[in-house]
């Protein structure tokens, strides 16, 4: 196991590197730059930005002082506002860590719950129901949703404020961010469920008489989680930084609005250490994800 682990580590590595690469050289490749304004700035001011930020060197050697900073923790100062990078993400990732972690749990528990019952009830009336909201929350874009929702709530009725910092303002960005890994989850828990009620050891349990409460929990439920597991490693780490949308929608300062507006302040280091910043938690998610697999069903072996 720890030679997987090393193997996975070794990867993921890779992984990374890759993504910076690409990111920066397809960043640079657009044209304009960071400090390209409707005013024009003097030649002077423009060559002084430029050495300032070491834009006036070639590209492969800024991509290599980049990397020697990323290397010591220093993803630089924003280009727009000179602050640094890491105090940015420090005050923005805790706001979209509590939306998003509050959004998966919720979707997760309740995509679970939902798709277990519909799997059990098969082509019963909440069988039904619970197929076509999950089919509907599926079809249904999260900026469209969230759209829906601060109009209906927030405008029309009143009873959320567009803005505030109290826990009321989480509960719009919630449902907008749950709604669609809850239907995807249920419509992937009811197919495990499903299968896993199909195969021989629960009928062979069944016939032993087990009782249902523990053959559906200890037997089938247990082995239909590891779709749904495979599912929530990457969707975790896209919620908490890729909610970017919502995140605008409801002016919630979390490191995804802040992506969005350094996309469009051409804001170079800013993009650039949100990607890297997702990135790796893209991949450390999947790692813990697959090292869960063991927990859930001890026959998986790691080689």
């Known amino acids: 196991m720890t030679r997987y682990i090393l193997k996975r580590i070794g990867l993921a590595l890779l992984t990374v590197f890759l993504i910076c690469v690409i990111t920066f050289f397809l960043m640079n490749a657009i044209p304009g730059g960071p400090f390209n304004k409707e005013k024009a700035l003097s030649e002077a001011t423009m060559e002084a930005l430029n050495a300032r930020y070491n834009l006036d060197k070639p590209l492969t050697t800024q991509f290599a002082l980049y990397m020697k900073g990323l290397l010591h923790g220093d993803f630089g100062v924003s280009l ?19 939306l998003g972690l509050t959004a998966v749990f919720i979707a997760l528990i309740l995509g679970t719950v939902f798709g277990s019952l519909a799997a059990l009830m ?69 197919t495990s469920m499903l299968d896993a009620l199909s195969q ?22 247990r082995n239909s989680l590891l779709p749904v597991i495979t599912y929530a490693g990457p969707e975790i780490a896209y919620i908490i930084t890729g909610s970017m949308v ?16 350094a996309i469009s302040n051409r804001d170079y280091t800013m993009i650039m250490a ?30």
């Open 80 to 98: 727009k506002n000179g602050r640094e990078i890491k105090d940015i993400i420090g005050e923005s990732f805790p706001i979209s860590c509590r």
């Open 246 to 261: 919502v995140e605008t929608v409801f002016t919630v300062g979390g490191i995804g609005s802040k992506f969005v507006s």
């Open 274 to 303: 949100t990607t890297i910043f997702l990135a790796t938690l893209m991949v450390v998610a999947n790692l813990l994800c697959d090292l869960m697999y063991k927990l859930v069903d001890p026959r998986i072996k790691y080689e």
């Open 122 to 190: 098969r082509n019963k009336l909440p069988d039904r129901i619970i197929i076509f909201f999950s089919t509907l929350f599926t079809a249904v874009p999260s900026f469209v949703l969230a759209t829906l929702l601060l109009l209906v709530f927030s405008i029309k009725l009143g009873w959320v404020p567009v803005w505030s910092a109290t826990e009321t303002h989480y509960t719009l960005p919630v449902i907008a961010l749950c709604a669609y890994p809850m239907a995807y989850t249920t419509r992937l828990a009811k």
């Open 200 to 221: 021989d050891y629960i009928r062979t349990a069944k016939a032993k008489g087990v009782m249902k409460w523990k053959v559906i929990f200890k037997h089938a439920l």
